[in-house]
């Protein structure tokens, strides 16, 4: 019997949170998996360090302005490219097995797209390409023959509640519905009077999980959940009347699948990334992640609340985009994108983020989704429409 090679692995985003829980376990299997291209956008001294340690022989810098800066912190033998067109590169290279998607926003709708588009195997975190492009990445996965693995913990636990011969893009059989189990955030049970005063290290300090800011805030408004309700809805083929939430605070059951029968299967596990894009990495095995094991004789209570969809508006758009349709899920997250940003800066308070949304959407005119160019264009409206709300909301 002869060993496997190593399957080698593009992180797209390795300088950031997924990106480093990737890279945890990938230093734990060197016989596994090989780190063949990393990318990352500004933090070039972090970019250095990750070659140094996984020598990979490709690093694409996203912002062409710190390649001169990268080429003299790098000393290895690999290329050094720059600009976001270099990320479809580095996902389409024919000796990737694995792409792992850990970019935040729709910066990595491209490169999630030229990996399906590529048929390789898609390891996503990165929600918001599915957001934007959910139709077109779904089609060209199944014209091409790609697998996506979703490695966000909720989708994750659904795909491991689902067959084992389950492909994403089809609706499972003898489904009743899906359970998607959220946190609650920071602010679950803050009273919403006191909203307007919420700073951004506040919102980013979340009760379980430790994460990049964006989707810290993501969490803190609801948002995350409402994302993730389009998330499941274009992985797995379903309506968004057949996809449930439960603030679950604990965030020990990620996720759960409710069959005909009257089965619910769930997922269960510590709070820790590692456990699912463990799962995906080693897929079909199970490997160590170097998470801690779930002792459920420690654990406190396993809570289930329904979601407040008035304290939270987001939630709710996210509803709506689904039963719209077309466009509407893109104007969304283009919309959101920027109030967060805002907020982040502190350009406006927590409460405006939602109002900038929801304003966003009822002003959108909804189209079909024909192309990335669309897209694209249309991204990039609704971010310049938005820009110019937040400049009112001050
Ligand atoms: P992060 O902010 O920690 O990291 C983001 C990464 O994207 C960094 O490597 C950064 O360099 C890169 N990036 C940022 N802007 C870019 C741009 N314009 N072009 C190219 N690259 C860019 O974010 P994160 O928490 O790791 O989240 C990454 C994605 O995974 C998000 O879509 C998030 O919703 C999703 N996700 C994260 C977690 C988590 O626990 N962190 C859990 C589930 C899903
Ligand atoms: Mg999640």
Redo the contacts with the bound molecule.
């Keep these: 019997m002869t060993a496997e090679s190593p399957k080698n692995v593009v992180v ?8 480093t829980s990737t890279l945890d376990i990938i230093a734990r299997h060197p016989d596994k998996f090989k780190v063949l291209a990393i ?5 070039v001294e972090k970019l250095a360090e990750i070659a140094d340690k996984f020598k990979p022989r490709f690093v694409v810098v ?2 062409e302005n710190q390649y001169k800066q990268l080429t003299h912190l790098i000393n290895d033998d690999c290329t050094i490219l720059a600009g ?1 067109t270099e ?1 479809n590169t580095i996902c389409q290279l024919v000796s990737a097995d694995l792409i792992v998607a ?4 729709s ?2 709708m491209q490169p999630v797209l030229a990996s399906v588009e590529a048929g390789k195997t898609l390891l996503l ?4 390409a599915l957001v934007l492009a959910g139709e077109l990445v779904m089609k060209a996965a199944k014209d091409k023959g790609a697998t996506i693995i979703p ?3 909720e989708h994750n636990a659904i795909y491991q509640c689902l067959p084992d011969s389950y492909q994403c893009g089809n609706t499972p059989k003898n489904l009743d519905k899906i359970i998607l189990t959220a946190s609650g955030g920071p602010f679950w049970k803050k009273a919403v009077s006191t909203f307007s005063q919420i700073t951004p290290e506040q919102a980013c300090a979340h009760p379980n ?7 810290s805030v ?1 969490s803190a408004t609801l948002m ?1 959940k409402g ?1 993730e309700i389009i998330e499941a809805h274009w992985l797995f083929n379903l309506n968004e009347k057949d996809i449930d939430v439960h603030v679950h605070p604990q965030s020990i059951v990620h996720s759960m699948v409710c069959y005909q029968d009257g089965s619910v299967l769930a997922q269960l596990g510590e709070p820790d ?1 590692r456990i699912p894009i463990a799962n995906g990495l080693g897929m079909p095995e199970r490997i160590t992640s170097g998470a801690n094991m779930l002792d459920l004789l420690q654990s406190q209570d396993l809570q289930f609340f329904p979601p407040d969809y008035q304290k939270f508006p987001c939630l709710a758009l996210a509803k709506e985009a689904i039963k719209a349709g077309g466009t509407s899920m893109a104007v969304l997250n283009a919309a959101n994108e920027i109030s967060v940003d805002a907020f982040l800066n502190n350009l406006i308070p927590f409460t405006s983020i939602a109002k900038i949304n929801a304003e966003i959407m009822t002003n959108a005119t909804v189209s079909q989704v024909e192309n990335v160019t669309q897209l694209l264009q249309l991204d990039e409206e609704v971010r310049a429409h938005a820009r110019e709300m937040v400049k009112k909301h001050v």
């Design positions: 797209l985003g390795a300088t950031g949170s997924i990106g990318s990352g956008h500004r933090n996203s912002d976001a990320l850990g970019i935040v926003g910066a990595g975190a990165n929600k918001e490695l966000d913990s999980w430790d994460m990049g800011r964006k989707i993501d995350n994302l990334m």
